[in-house]
């Protein structure tokens, strides 16, 4: 069993960030045990995770993060507030707050090019945000590659504008970022995320971003790291991950999750939360 616990830290006037905490029962966070750190993806929030977590929970103290402006979190009234090193130094930040000891990232699509960012910047030789934390290993899930991905301007134009509703965000949910909810209805909290976040959150990963480079120390990342693509996955395809994903960073495995689309978590909750765990418990 585990409970939980939401704490909203304020980083900045404007920044705070919300974290949805789950802790086996009986565990000290004092004690230094692992932290697994969950990063959502562009259109989520903590609560992406919230089929997966309560599987790794029992075993594992877990911190589920709304980036800045997503979800409970609120960031700043202006678009370049929201790039990817803007959001990887509130995650170090929370990390220090939170007094972490131990810690293992997993991102999911956005989520996991902050990741990489991180673990690049941070903890390539096993180090951390302070003297006193260490980066474990790094999962990424369906992961946006560290290198610039630069869209068409009419595809631009749709993704700006993806999240505008409740209409167009569920045709996206159903349509190309899930494999299994073309016939039956989504988690009632996913579309309330995608069209929750603000204007400027919702505006910086078309518009900029996604193309941001991070690429340039991914190369030197020493911790283990595990790669998991969806089979079905219709925004990183499992070729495209496989060549800018696994091959720049050495050592890297990679998984598939059969029958999955982009948002795993959602398709196959189960699937990624054993995984998940099978990480962790090689990791000692």
Known sequence: MAFSRIERIKLQPEININAVIRQPHGLDRTQGKTTIVFLHFWGGSARTWSLVTPLISTKYQTVALDFRGWGNSTGPNYVEAYSITALAEDVEAIIRELHLKKVVLVGLSMGAKVAQLIASRLYSNAG????????LGLILISPA??????????MREQQLHAYDNQESATFVAKNVLTASFQDTDLPEFVVGDMTKGNKWAREAWPAYAMGEDVSWGVGRIKV???VLAAEKDLVEPVERVQKEVCHRIPGAQLWILPGSGHLSPLDVPGAVAENVIQFLDALG
């Open 128 to 135: 951390g945000p302070t003297q006193t934390t260490a980066l």
């Open 145 to 154: 590659p560290s290198t610039p991905l630069q869209l068409p301007p009419e």
């Open 224 to 226: 283990p790291v595990l």
